[in-house]
């Protein structure tokens, strides 16, 4: 008879995502893992979102409705302390994945004996064709190279006990899942990627990752970013060049986002100055040159050398993600 395998607990924050919860949740109940639950949380949508999860008549799928909108990482939080498998694996509910996802992630988990297992993100990650497996200083290359995985909490297996140990920040409403990330990765030992495209991330104008810009995001994205940095410089030295580099990484996305918000211009001009700012403190031309995704490479080298320049490449940026990722 087959061992029977360990429970996954899939978390899935919600939050006014109607039109696309219910293609998140049927892609995680065709699962052919045969031993997990979903815990599909209502973060106070004031659309169907939650009337639509209490319509599933499946016992692998626990609906837990807040009383008020508090947060992605509150929401996943709620997920995670009431999860009862092993493993965990979070799915934003206007993504869907493939029917393997958890199945390839534990088997790669298991076949490399790694702590933490990855998949591929088609259009968002790297190019990376090849199954390996990374130490703690190598997967922080991969994130300062952006090839072949991120930072995201998203498309990930990770052990139950080190996400219950740190949970998500409910005060870090901007990066919390690279600060995330950072404390579990300090935790293990080996982490492997697989390069099947298992996990599918929607472009949705409006959701919280493209929500916009104001000045207390930019403050907590500072000071998440400067106590990582000065965390890795004491905790993590081998690792510290390479999380100077996700951290201006990180400033670039951000400044990305406060263009494509589309907010008054002399708002947007007062942001992209900081955001420059910001990236020469932490990275240097040479540094630069870690990041071997093309786009993000340019992205970088541009608003360190001009914000100007960087706004108009942000434009374009903009209409070519609007196109690759709308459903």
């Given amino acids: ?51 639509v999860c209490d319509g599933y008549r499946d016992n692998r799928l626990k609906v837990i409705h807040l009383p008020e909108n508090r947060g992605l990482s509150a929401a996943r939080n709620q997920g995670i302390l009431r999860a009862q498998g092993d493993y965990i694996c979070f799915v934003d509910s206007d993504d869907y994945v493939e029917p393997e996802l958890l199945d390839r992630l534990y088997d790669s988990m298991t076949e490399w004996k790694a702590d933490i297992s990855i998949c ?25 190279r952006r090839s072949p995985f991120l930072w995201n909490a998203w498309g990930k297996l990770y052990p139950a006990r080190l996400v219950k140990k740190h949970l998500f920040d409910e005060q870090a409403f901007c990066c919390e899942d690279l600060l995330f990330f950072y404390q579990i990765l300090k935790e293990v030992k080996r982490i492997c990627y697989l390069p099947e495209a298992l996990y599918h991330y929607v472009y949705r104008e409006g959701s919280a990752m493209n929500s916009g810009v104001d000045e207390k995001k930019c403050s907590v994205l500072f000071s998440v970013l400067q106590a990582i940095c000065t965390d ?73 050398t001009s914000a100007a320049s960087f706004w108009v490449l942000a434009l374009v940026y903009r209409e070519i993600k609007r196109k690759r990722f709308k459903r």
Avoid: H
């Fill in 120 to 144: 591929k993100t088609p259009g968002i990650t790297g190019e990376g064709e090849e199954a390996a497996s990374y130490s703690q200083v190598e997967t922080v290359g991969c994130l300062a």
């Fill in 232 to 304: 890795a410089a004491v905790n993590f030295p081998d690792a510290e060049e390479g999380m100077r580099q996700v951290a201006a990484d990180a400033a670039v996305r951000l400044a990305m986002t406060a263009v494509e918000a589309g907010m008054e211009r002399r708002r947007t001009w007062n942001f992209l100055k900081d955001f420059k700012t910001y990236i020469r403190q932490y990275a240097s031309p040479g540094s630069l040159a870690r990041c071997q995704d093309r786009k993000s490479k340019t992205a970088m080298v541009t608003l360190y």
């Fill in 1 to 51: 008879m087959d061992q029977i395998k360990p429970m996954i607990s899939v978390v899935v924050p919600v939050y006014n995502v109607e039109a696309y919860v219910a293609r998140c949740l049927d892609s995680i109940l065709a699962q052919t893992y045969p031993n997990m639950e979903i815990l599909a949380v209502d973060d106070g949508s004031t659309d169907r979102s939650g009337s």
